[in-house]
Structure formats: structure tokens, C-alpha cells
């Protein structure tokens, strides 16, 4: 069989098809930012090559990826007022209502919720959990629950994901009585929250003081074959933080490494926060050396606690030598801290 030639070009149909998943594979590209995200989707919107319901949901998909909600938003236009052959399913109402619901636009996505029926489209318990997401994130709690109760009139049983969904509306919003409650009240009909519920039932424990109850449900957790994730620890060593529970603080951070958990930032400015409470400068300088050793980037909440221990301790040349070598670096702390080190150097 004789080679084909390198110079032969594409036939223009395959072209095109190139090009499309070329720029798809860019917007689903971690790297790529939102406003290149945008140009990319307006490029593909605006070539007229796209055809099929799977090419607009899978664009739809990463533009919200991407946190490009307006982008999404003209997508989901596009879609409910073009020809037959596009129009949404409720596989693409639940993708435009994950891309609201993520991005705080509750009251967006509500008007999305109730013009389905226009669309002639069937709502799913998966619709009401991405929408409660956004209440959630909005702190719009009662309206949560008013659509968590408008649900369960219409499904034959609740839904984990909107319970769990409403926990956290709950305890975004500084209802802790009432998401401990709900909590306790969805495990008593036999529903089995996940872990992102317990995360947010244990930050409503550390709202309440009530650090032994959070540590309570951190032990709890594996009891009942799930596993705990960073952020159920890290809001127990919030809960902790917030009642003076230092060394717990400190031990609980130290379990994160043993359980080869990752470690967000909030763990590591919560722990310096506890070694400048107890004094423990030593502690607290090699908790800071390796946040900064992977690759952490220099925030107040992180230094002026470091600077505040070393200060407490006598050690006015090693914060001398921090202030140097995090100048070449570009960080410059505040006012308040700045005045804080000359008052005590």
C-alpha cells in the first residue's frame, strides 16, 4: 500500500472537526483561565459547526469547569431557543443548574428551576441538589429548606444529596442548631450523609463550642465506612481553635500527615495560631518552613502569627531576617504588623 503523502491536507469537514476538539480540549485544560475560557466558547459558539445537543452540554460542562457561569448561561439560551435537534434534556438542565449552583447565582438558577416545565423537560432530585447548592453557597437557607420540603412533595423519599445540601445551607449560614438537628433528624430515617454533611456539621459544632462533639463526629466518621476528608478536620481543628483546645489543634494537624491527607491552607494558618497561643516558636517555624517547602505562597494569616510567637520568645533577629528574606520575595505585611514588630523589636 502506498504512503500517503505528509502534505496531504484535511478534507474540510475533518478540519473542522479538528479544530473543534482542539479548542474543547482547551477549555477543559485545568491551566486555562476564565477569560480565555470565555473567548474560546464564544469562538466555538460563533462558527456555526457546532450541531448536536452533546457538543453544546459537553462546552456547557467545562465552561463551568472554569467558573464562565455567563458563558454557561448563553449556552443554555442558545439551546432552549434553537431548532428541535438542540434542545435541552434534563442531563443539560442539570449541567447549566451545577454551573449557577456553583457559582452562587441562586436566584439564576431558581428562574432556570421553574422554567423547566416551559422545556417540557422532567426535574430530578440531581436539579433540586445543584440548586439547593447555590442557595447554600448564598446563604439563602430558608429558601433551601422551602425547596428541600416542595421536593419531598413530589418524590416517594428524600434525597441524601438535597438533605446534605441543606445541612450545609445551614451551616454556611450560622443556623448550627438547626443543621445539628437536621442532621441527627435524616440519620433517624435511615439516610446516610456523606462526608462534606459531617464537614459541615462539624464547623456548626466549633459555631456552637461544642469542640468534643466535633470531635465526636470526626471519630464517628470511619465508624460508618466513610472516611474523613481535609476539610472535616480541619473545621474540627477550627472547633478546637475556638474553644483554647491548642494541643488538639496541633495533634490533629500532625494526624492529617500520618492519614496522608492533604493539607489546605487553613490547617497550617490554624496550627501557627495554636503555636502562637502556646509559645511554641519552634514549632510554629517548622510548621511555616514546610508550607513554604511545598510550594505555599506567603499570606498574612500565615506570618503574623509565626512573627507574633518569635516576637513573644525574644527572637527580634530571626524575625529581622524573616522581614529581609520575605521582601526579596515580594511580600510586604501591613501596617498593623509592621507596627507590631517595631513595637516589640
Not at 500500500?1 to 480540549?25: C, D, F, Y
Not at 443539560?92 to 431558581?110: K, P, Y
Not at 461544642?210 to 480541619?234: H, S
Request: net charge negative; with cysteine.
Amino acid at each position: 500500500m502506498a504512503e500517503i503523502p505528509a502534505s496531504t491536507e484535511l478534507h474540510p469537514a475533518a478540519q473542522v472537526q479538528k479544530w473543534k476538539l482542539n479548542l474543547r480540549g482547551w477549555l477543559w485544560n485545568p491551566q486555562t483561565q476564565p477569560r480565555e475560557a470565555d473567548r474560546i466558547c464564544q469562538a466555538l459558539l460563533q462558527s456555526g459547526h457546532l450541531e448536536t445537543l452533546p457538543e453544546y452540554s459537553d462546552i456547557l460542562a467545562a465552561v463551568g469547569a472554569r467558573r464562565c457561569w455567563q458563558a454557561g448561561l448563553e449556552i443554555w439560551t442558545l439551546l432552549v431557543q434553537g431548532p428541535q435537534q438542540i434542545r435541552p434534556d434534563v442531563k443539560a438542565l442539570n449541567t447549566a443548574l451545577r454551573v449557577l449552583g456553583n457559582a452562587a447565582q441562586w436566584e439564576l438558577a431558581l428562574s432556570m428551576l421553574a422554567s423547566a416545565s416551559s422545556c417540557r423537560l422532567q426535574l430530578n432530585m440531581e436539579s433540586i441538589q445543584h440548586t439547593m447548592s447555590g442557595l447554600g453557597e448564598s446563604h439563602q437557607w430558608q429558601r433551601a429548606l422551602t425547596l428541600l420540603a416542595e421536593s419531598h412533595q413530589q418524590q416517594s423519599a428524600p434525597s441524601v444529596a438535597c438533605c446534605s445540601e441543606a445541612i450545609k445551607a445551614l451551616s454556611a449560614a450560622g443556623e448550627h442548631r438547626f443543621a445539628l438537628w437536621m442532621l441527627y433528624d435524616s440519620e433517624s430515617i435511615q439516610l446516610r450523609p456523606d462526608e462534606r454533611t459531617y464537614a459541615a456539621a462539624i464547623l456548626s459544632c466549633g459555631g456552637l463550642g461544642e469542640w468534643q462533639r466535633a470531635l465526636a463526629y470526626l471519630d464517628y466518621i470511619p465508624q460508618i465506612g466513610l472516611t474523613p476528608t481535609a476539610f472535616c478536620v480541619v473545621n474540627a481543628m477550627q472547633a478546637c481553635a475556638a474553644c483554647g483546645q491548642w494541643d488538639r489543634v496541633l495533634d490533629l494537624f500532625d494526624g492529617m500527615q500520618e492519614s496522608k491527607l492533604s493539607r489546605p491552607v487553613k490547617a497550617f494558618s490554624t496550627s501557627l495560631e495554636a503555636c502562637q497561643a502556646t509559645g511554641d516558636w519552634e514549632k510554629a517555624l517548622a510548621i511555616f518552613d514546610e508550607f513554604i517547602s511545598k510550594g505555599g505562597v506567603l499570606e498574612e494569616d500565615l506570618v503574623e502569627p509565626l512573627v507574633t510567637a518569635c516576637l513573644a520568645a525574644q527572637k527580634q533577629e530571626q524575625v529581622r531576617q524573616f522581614l529581609i528574606e520575605w521582601d526579596k520575595l515580594g511580600f510586604l505585611p501591613s501596617y498593623a504588623l509592621s507596627r507590631y514588630v517595631a513595637d516589640h523589636s
